[in-house]
């Protein structure tokens, strides 16, 4: 592993994505995006992920400059057309607007379409949190979820993020996908010829395996359950956005870097104080977080935990001593560093 200082990647990442033609505003939010979830140790949509973007904007998957065009539909919903520029722009835009909504008629609802990947949903969710709200967000994918009692993926494995403000602390955040891990976390297994854990995957055939190359399509989180959340985060982010669903959409990796995505996101903003005073229930959330976190452990050594602890523990040890890169990720850095001609070590 190689560490490296976030504020040294966040100004490399920023200088390329500026040279590669991304607009400034643009590549401001995607460097933030990036750096901010590898800080909270969720590396499969972290920093590893720019020579994949490079390579979108490269093969015009990716819009480097967009026309955003947006349409508020009521007091607290809106439509964003993110013309196929990076999902972390487009996430933030609909966020700004989200919580600019929500100010003016308690909540905010935006419906995100043209969009693409747009990394963690946490990024976005926390943005509202900081505002004092609680913010929702979810996103559609590909087919990557086995169908519950099927063979083959249908859904996506749709990420789902709620976060809220506490007392004293950052923000209690749950993102997950409905999938027991990503793909992107099969990509890294593969990378580093490390098997899967038993029961988050299978073969083209439906039937569950272990070996990461072999790995066709994941399996949702508690069975049936998240074979159904999945197509809830379907309904607002497919049908909602007007965009395709499912196995109608351009695959990450597989589709050639020049087939837009079409991705639908989906931006929720609800302003505590409309239903409770807002210090009273950030200090009531934090003591909640710190009775559960006291309850007893069966073993003592694993400690009992709140969503978004192990992030909060990650970002506060790598701000301090740096992110780290494989070797692998540290060479493709490298490779990036000689082609645009800016400095990386």
């Known amino acids: 592993m190689v560490l490296v200082q976030a504020g040294k990647l966040q100004e490399f990442i920023k200088s390329v994505l500026l040279k590669a033609g991304v607009r400034n505003d643009v590549a401001e939010y995607v460097t933030e995006g990036l750096v901010q979830t ?20 490269k093969g015009g998957r990716i819009n480097p400059n967009p026309n955003y065009k947006f349409k508020q539909t009521s007091s607290s919903t809106g439509l964003l057309d993110a013309d196929h520029t990076f999902g972390h722009a487009a996430g933030m835009e609909a966020t700004k607007r989200a919580i600019e909504l ?22 976005y969710a926390l943005e ?21 009692a099927g063979k083959r993926p249908f859904l996506g494995n749709n990420p789902i993020c709620f976060a809220a403000p506490c007392k004293e602390e950052e923000p209690f955040c749950l993102d997950m996908a409905t999938s ?7 990509r890294q297994l593969r990378d580093e010829k490390i098997p899967a854990p038993a029961g988050v995957g299978a073969n083209k055939d439906g039937v569950e395996t272990t070996d990461p ?35 109608h959409i351009p695959k990450m990796f597989e589709a050639p870097m020049s087939a837009k995505r079409f991705l639908g996101q989906f931006i929720i ?47 506060e040890e790598r701000m301090r001593k740096g992110i780290p890169l494989k070797p692998s990720e540290y060479e493709a850095f490298k490779k990036i560093s000689k082609e645009y001609g800016i400095q990386f070590n």
Do not use: W
């Not at 590898?38 to 972290?46: A, F, I, K, Q």
């Not at 379409?113 to 946490?122: K, V």
């Not at 027991?180 to 099969?186: D, L």
């Open 38 to 57: 590898s800080l909270r140790g969720v590396d499969s949509h972290g920093i590893r992920l720019l020579p994949h973007y490079i390579n979108g904007v």
């Open 102 to 123: 929500a100010h003016e008629a308690g909540t905010g609802h935006i419906a995100i379409y043209n969009s693409t990947h747009f990394g963690a949903a946490a990024y």
């Open 128 to 148: 509202i949190a900081k505002h004092d709200m609680v913010g929702m967000c979810f996103t559609n994918t590909d087919a990557l979820v086995k169908t519950y």
């Open 180 to 186: 027991i891990v990503t793909f992107n976390k099969i």
């Open 213 to 247: 190359n072999e790995i066709t399509m994941l399996l949702p989180v508690g069975g049936y359950k998240g074979y159904g959340l999945s197509m809830v985060v379907e309904i607002l982010c497919g049908l909602f956005t007007g965009m395709p669903y499912g196995p």
């Open 269 to 315: 903003a609800i302003k505590i104080d409309c239903f409770q005073d807002k210090e009273i229930f950030k200090e009531r959330l934090s003591a909640m977080m710190k009775e559960l976190r006291n309850e007893p452990a069966l073993d003592k050594g694993i400690p009992v935990q709140v969503a978004g602890d192990p992030e909060k523990m990650n970002c």
